[in-house]
């Protein structure tokens, strides 16, 4: 059976990598939109909703993305909610990337030193307008190579949307080997595909924390 | 020990009355008062920790205090219902570190709040920055970001910040602290300057010759209390043997 690997095989596996690709830039977005609520909620003067975007980045971290998808995919329908796996999965990701990217984001606020806060509030600037116009951007220098990081572990983890069907890079090779039975040669260029995904922005986001060094520096003193 | 004000003149710009506040169970305000006329230029001294500091950041209300009263113009900022955002439209103030935003250029960081908070317009906005620039003798740095300029020269940029809210009163707290000599006699000169066009300020600073120069009242804070007050003349002839202390150790 089977026959050995062929175009239309690596045409398959391309039409996967395009999906890995598509969902990872979901998740980024979704999580991303997430994630900036998340941690303009963690450092919100009201402490209710501290304490609930806090509880929410624990328990999200504390759970594994399989799991959620699980949750998602199989238990919706249980409570007459059916979603596709494409939805499972984007949704899935949004959960656990907005969790994760809350937090780095929050530390990247954090960061900005305290008399930064100070300057802008004795300008009579308000509490809105100090964090838009002073402590954002400056935020958002320190948070860059973590966030473009993190966007590393969001391509790999897409791979866990193939317990839920959606045919994305892992699932395409899964539903290749079945018919070939070429665990090791298929599984390889799957890693290979993974590696050439990854590995730039891996790059991109070292070469972003050496620059940034010295600039996050001048903020410390400035 | 406080001068009490002549009920006839006109009301005091700033004044604290009986002021309390701890930070736990440290007592870092215990009963100041002291009162800043219009136009006066008040210095505050004594050692680290005796509260001068605390007092200062109490009067833009970047601490609240336990009991007392502050007021400021037409503020009273030991209110809990005080509009803060009118407050420090009326007050400036300088920190020892700057603060200027490192993201922005030197024009950005003064047109920001004006623009923002006073809604007036971009273009009068910068014609105002070159006007503060050249009060405080940096024209020529509009365009510069904080870390292309000196220390010295960051601060003078953070004083033109403020006065481009056009305040009532300032507030310099160690103005010239994290910096060299040099450079503080640049930062001191513009501060000369702006007394001698008629600003109220309240200064805390160790540089006893130049407080000497500039104060029309010295308030001597020791143990969180007000110890001794006066004109610039009780550094030279303190009354208690602490000030003496102070200011032999401080010359």
Redesign the interface.
């Known amino acids: 059976m089977g026959g050995s690997l062929n175009a239309n095989h690596l045409m398959f596996l391309g039409y996967g990598a395009l999906w890995t690709i598509g969902l990872s830039l979901i998740g980024l977005l979704g999580g991303g939109i997430a994630g900036f609520i998340i941690a303009l909620c963690r450092i919100s003067p009201n402490r209710i909703v501290r304490l609930l975007s806090a509880g929410y980045v624990q328990l999200i971290q504390g759970t594994p993305l399989l799991v959620i998808m699980f949750l998602t995919y199989f238990g919706l329908p249980t409570l007459g909610v059916t979603v596709s796996p494409l939805t499972a999965a984007g949704a899935s990701l949004t959960i656990y990337v907005g969790a994760y990217l809350g937090e780095i984001w929050r530390g990247s606020i954090e960061s900005v030193p305290k008399p930064q806060w100070e300057a802008a509030e004795g300008l009579g600037l308000s509490r809105a307008q100090r964090m838009m116009k002073v402590i954002l951007p400056q935020a958002m220098r320190i948070a860059t190579p973590p966030t473009v990081g993190f966007m590393v572990q969001i391509i790999k983890n897409t791979s866990l949307a193939s317990v839920v069907g959606f045919v994305e890079l892992a699932r395409s090779g899964q539903i290749i080997n079945n018919s070939l039975f070429e665990p090791f040669l298929i599984y390889t260029i799957i890693a290979v595909i993974y590696f050439a995904l990854c590995y730039p922005i891996s790059r991109i986001s070292r070469r972003l924390e050496m620059r940034s060094g010295p600039a996050r520096l001048s903020l410390g003193t400035a | 020990m406080h001068k009490i004000s002549n009920v006839a003149s006109q009301s005091p710009v700033v004044s604290l009355r009986n002021v309390h506040k701890s930070f736990g169970p440290l007592k870092v305000l215990d009963g100041v008062s002291f009162e800043v006329d219009r136009g006066e230029v008040l210095v505050l001294i004594g050692r680290s920790g005796s509260g001068k500091s605390t007092a200062l950041r109490c009067i833009?209300r970047?601490e609240t205090i336990d009991s007392g009263e502050i007021v400021v113009g037409s503020h009273r900022v030991s209110d809990p219902k005080l509009d803060l955002?009118?407050l420090?439209?009326d007050?400036?103030?300088v920190?020892q570190?700057?603060?200027?935003?490192?993201?922005l250029t030197i024009e950005e960081n003064i047109t920001?709040?004006p623009c923002?908070?006073k809604g007036i317009s971009k273009s009068q906005a910068k014609e105002q920055a070159r006007q503060v620039l050249a009060q405080v003798g940096l024209e020529d740095k509009l365009h510069q970001y904080?870390?292309q300029l000196s220390g010295g020269q960051?601060q003078r940029a953070?004083i033109a910040?403020?006065l481009a809210?056009q305040p009532k009163v300032m507030l310099f707290d160690e103005v010239t602290s994290a910096l060299d000599p040099e450079l503080t006699g640049e930062v001191l000169k513009v501060i000369e300057a702006l007394a001698a066009d008629g600003m109220t300020m309240v200064m805390v600073t160790h540089e006893m010759g130049f407080a000497r120069g500039i104060a029309n009242r010295v308030v001597f804070m020791h143990r969180g209390k007000v110890h001794e007050t006066g004109p610039a003349a009780i550094l030279t002839s303190p009354a208690t043997p602490e000030l003496a202390q102070f200011v032999g150790t401080g010359l």
């Open positions: 833009d970047f955002r009118a420090r439209q007050v400036g103030i920190f570190s700057y603060n200027l935003f490192p993201h920001l709040a923002s908070v904080p870390e960051q953070a910040r403020s809210m």
